[in-house]
T-cell receptor
Framework: GENVEQHPSTLSVQEGDSAVIKCTYS??????FPWYKQELGKRPQLIID?????GEKKDQRIAVTLNKTAKHFSLHITETQPEDSAVYFC????????????FGTGTRLQVTL | GAVVSQHPSWVICKSGTSVKIECRSL??????MFWYRQFPKQSLMLMAT?????????EQGVEKDKFLINHASLTLSTLTVTSAHPEDSSFYIC??????????????FGPGTRLTVL
């Protein structure tokens, strides 16, 4: 089955700096890669996703890049703000009929003032 | 649109009792729902895939007789933790797949249920 690794496990940046979180996956059939933000005790919230036919996608301060050949994808947050502090999870799945998501281990991002 | 609810949001029970958690898709029909378990400071681990009108598919290592899943309608799936023990204490989250949601396979998550077994 799919295996998703995520690094780093914790990340501390100063407000205004950029944050980068990286994930690798093992199943070459995976073609859908969402990123979730989870605050303590809350549900995961989809913040951005990318499909394998696209190399990069951007939404305001958030961007995701995908290297299908190397089987890795990254989340980039620019101009970080304290409210970006949370745990971020990457995930991978195969598009189709209700395919299950395999999650990475999570990155705890702390944005300091 | 695409709202998923869970009930209860938290529950405390005694060891040996059973607890039922409900997951509802409020504004769409979910042919498939997923149940995850999340221990503190860990990732979401898929427990089982719940398909409407058929038996759930359990992930390796998840006891199907302990975690009973019923998906009797297109808007409701239930997870029953039978004979709960302290090690079952966790955050249980469901998600629902919206077949009308395009080809992105986006899953919509419920708010989670925190189970504490004393």
């Amino acid at each position: 089955g799919e295996n998703v690794e995520q690094h780093p496990s914790t990340l501390s940046v100063q407000e205004g700096d950029s944050a980068v979180i990286k994930c690798t996956y093992s199943d070459s059939a995976s073609n859908y890669f969402p990123w979730y933000k989870q605050e303590l005790g809350k549900r995961p919230q989809l913040i951005i996703d990318i499909r394998s036919n696209v190399g990069e996608k951007k939404d305001q301060r958030i961007a995701v890049t995908l290297n299908k050949t190397a089987k890795h994808f990254s989340l980039h947050i620019t101009e970080t703000q304290p409210e970006d502090s949370a745990v971020y999870f990457c995930a991978a799945s195969v598009t189709g009929t209700a395919s299950k998501l395999t999650f990475g281990t999570g990155t705890r991002l702390q944005v300091t003032l | 649109g695409a709202v998923v609810s869970q009930h209860p949001s938290w529950v405390i029970c005694k060891s040996g009792t059973s607890v039922k958690i409900e997951c509802r898709s409020l504004d769409f029909q979910a042919t498939t729902m997923f149940w995850y378990r999340q221990f503190p400071k860990q990732s979401l681990m898929l427990m089982a895939t719940s398909n409407e009108g058929s038996k759930a598919t359990y992930e390796q290592g998840v006891e199907k007789d302990k975690f009973l899943i019923n998906h009797a309608s297109l808007t409701l799936s239930t997870l029953t933790v039978t004979s709960a023990h302290p090690e079952d204490s966790s955050f249980y989250i469901c998600s629902a797949f919206n077949p009308s949601g395009g080809e992105y396979n986006e899953q919509f998550f419920g708010p989670g249920t925190r189970l504490t077994v004393l």
